[in-house]
């Protein structure tokens, strides 16, 4: 016999936050200062025409001056109108998104739209599954299989393929051991990397560092801190004195911490460290929604009986070896209203199935004492495997 929490009935988990209502604001953001910078060297070409027009400059002078206006406005427009063009791509995104959000939220009128209802709501629960499956797979560094489900499923505008392929080609470039393209992604997003205190940056001009002495270059190693590690002061001034005193040690030296700056294993380190600041960028959640909605699944099932070697239920999920093991470090369920279940038949005990109590302790249900029960009224315990001849099979009251 087994205790089970008794789950209120759950709608479905919808999640739809991503990081494209993000990437929605940043591209407007980027389109107000491109368009204000535009702006401010195109009045700042129109004050020089007009002091040259004031001065009385000549005819060739006003004509460069004009030529510039002109260039500068032609400038505005060609970004004024790839800035609209990224606009409308992201408002059409979201505008999908929120469509599909509100997909089958009409009340059924009669049973046929009842059974149309139906229909289309497992069908919305399937692109939901599908959507939460791709995400695990991009989080999990498998884009390409995730880009074939997105295009079999037709969901690719309700996931966030575009970013992660971004993240796709800089995670490859850093397990190339390379860091051009993550310093490059830095530069496009410094404001918002320094608005979330990002220090991956600053890990990158480390790990060049560490390369060039590696290579025996380090006089090229100390050109190149110089270089950059000033922007980094005093925030990261112990890490770059011991990025220094690197210069005085081997590569196969075995003292800390600078057996941990010369491991190759910093490369991996990276890649992760990007990863995980990519989703703060855009404000992902580290966790997968499937994982998130797997592992609260999980919870809302696990009870101390789960871990126990005499009480398992053969039909709980958690009891199973596989899911057991990931169900260790998650919290027991909060059971506010329990049932018991009958470890045989999985059934409820009530008074439709009372629970019954063999001569050695064991509870089953009625109805699995009458599964067990022989021609010649012997009952094998299936727990302890004893035998009882015409037992005396008691009632048991919970109260």
């Known amino acids: 016999m087994s205790s089970r929490p008794t789950l209120p009935h759950a709608g479905p988990l ?25 702006l401010s060297q195109i009045q700042n070409a129109a004050s020089e025409l007009e002091k040259g027009l004031s001065e009385g400059s000549a005819g060739s002078e006003i004509s460069r001056l004009l030529g510039g206006v002109v260039e500068r406005l032609q400038v505005m427009k060609r970004k004024a109108e790839e800035s609209i063009s990224e606009e409308l791509s992201a408002g059409l995104v979201c505008k999908r998104r929120l469509e599909h959000l509100k997909q089958n939220v009409t009340p059924p009128i009669d049973d046929t739209t009842l059974e149309l209802q139906a229909a289309a709501t497992n069908q919305w629960k399937k692109i939901r599954l599908d959507r939460m499956i791709v995400e695990h797979f991009l989080r999990l560094g498998y884009y390409d299989t995730a880009e074939r489900l997105a295009i079999r499923s037709g969901i690719r505008d309700l996931t966030n393929l575009d970013i992660f392929q971004i993240t796709r080609e800089v995670e490859r ?21 320094k608005k979330i205190n990002s220090n991956i940056e600053f890990q990158l001009r480390v790990q060049e560092v560490v390369e060039l002495i590696r290579d025996d270059k380090r006089l090229m190693a100390v050109e190149h801190a110089q270089k950059y590690f000033p922007a980094f002061v005093p925030e990261q001034l112990k890490e770059i004195r011991q990025c220094m005193a690197l210069l005085a040690f081997p590569v196969n030296t ?24 990519n ?12 994982s998130v909605a797997v592992q609260a699944g999980i919870s809302a099932l696990k009870t101390p009986q789960c871990y ?12 199973q070896k596989n899911v057991n093991e ?16 009958c470890r045989i038949t999985g059934k409820p005990l009530n008074e439709h199935n009372l629970p019954m109590m063999l001569p050695n302790g064991q509870i089953f249900g009625q109805q699995a004492i009458d599964q067990m ?19 005396k099979i008691e009632k048991v009251f919970v109260m």
């Open 14 to 38: 919808v999640q739809m936050h991503s990081g494209e209502d993000v990437d929605n604001k940043s591209v407007e953001m980027a389109t107000l200062k491109t368009l204000d910078r535009e």
């Open 173 to 193: 470039d850093l397990a190339n051991r390379s860091t051009a393209k993550c310093i490059l992604w830095c530069n496009d997003n410094k404001s918002k990397l």
């Open 254 to 277: 075995e003292i800390e911490p600078y057996r941990t700056l010369f491991d190759p294993q910093r490369w991996n380190d990276l890649v992760l460290h990007f990863r995980l600041e």
């Open 279 to 290: 989703y703060r960028l855009f404000q992902l959640p580290a966790q997968s929604v499937l």
């Open 308 to 319: 126990s070697t005499t009480s398992k239920n053969l039909n709980c999920p958690v009891c």
């Open 326 to 341: 990931i169900a260790d470090n998650l919290p027991f369920s909060h059971c506010a209203q329990s049932r018991l279940i």
């Open 373 to 391: 029960r022989q021609d010649n009224d012997t009952i094998v315990c299936p727990k302890t495997n004893e035998k009882f001849r015409s037992p």
